[in-house]
């Protein structure tokens, strides 16, 4: 058990990564995974990730951009800014090329459960147990702020981890972990299970109301709660865009620049955290907004 999934990845990282080790991760990706590696001296490895992956990273792609001081691999299904997943066959192949390196595949398991569409059920740990597992109470029970998460390590890597742990954190709270034992009454799976159902609504109906506007979704999310768009349509640059609808349209979305150095200026992420209604009320002073400049 950790202080959130970012404790878990520090953890992961920490008995991984020696300075000038590479870590591959995706771009666009969440940004702080890039930071905690460089806060231990590693070098984060981006490999860009489009349409054509779903923006994830495969074994295809990895094996590109694998260079001799690449230590591991992280992925995230489903991902944050895209919502999308990486299906079982594409995590087996990367624990498989993560051995053939003589490296390590982490997986970030946060949005597990958030998903759609009759997207499968499954976990990075069916790949085999050299791969380490992060997850969170956050997303799917939805307890962010309560900083608790988890990390699943190989056998050989534990004591080492608990080493670790001791010296950066000492233990996660032990009222968020009581708190969490509620997570899996039937109750609660019902309430969390309402809410996916929930977000599922906002997802179908946002996508087609910013396909209206002149946003384009290469790619549908399957996961999560984010929608990551192609402004390119709309305007030359997302962060310019961004701030326009904030301050004139009072919307409050995320840029691509937050997220990497891939295209950013074309991309934007949209949370769909709010209901339907308030999502509707976004895209017509957004539409407005777009009427006007043109």
Known sequence: MTAGSSAALLLAFGVLLDPGDEVLQSDPGYPCNRHFARTLGAVPRLANVGPASRYQMTAEVARRHWSERTR??????????????????EIRDLAKLAREKGGTLIVDEIYHGLVYDGAAPYTALEAGDDV???NSFSKYWQMTGWRLGWLVAPPRYVREVEKLAQNLFISPSAVAQHAALACFEDATL???????RELD????????????LGFRVPVVPQGAFYVYADTSAVAPDSFALARSILTEAHVALTPGRDFGRNEPERHIRIAYTQTVARLGEAVTRIGKLLERKR
């Open 201 to 212: 609504e906002r997802r179908r109906f946002l996508i087609p109301a910013l396909e209206s």
């Open 190 to 196: 019902d309430i969390v299970e309402a809410r996916r």
């Open 72 to 89: 591991a691999a992280l992925v995230a299904t489903p991902a944050n800014p895209t919502g999308t997943m990486l299906a079982r066959e």
């Open 132 to 134: 380490f597992v992060i």
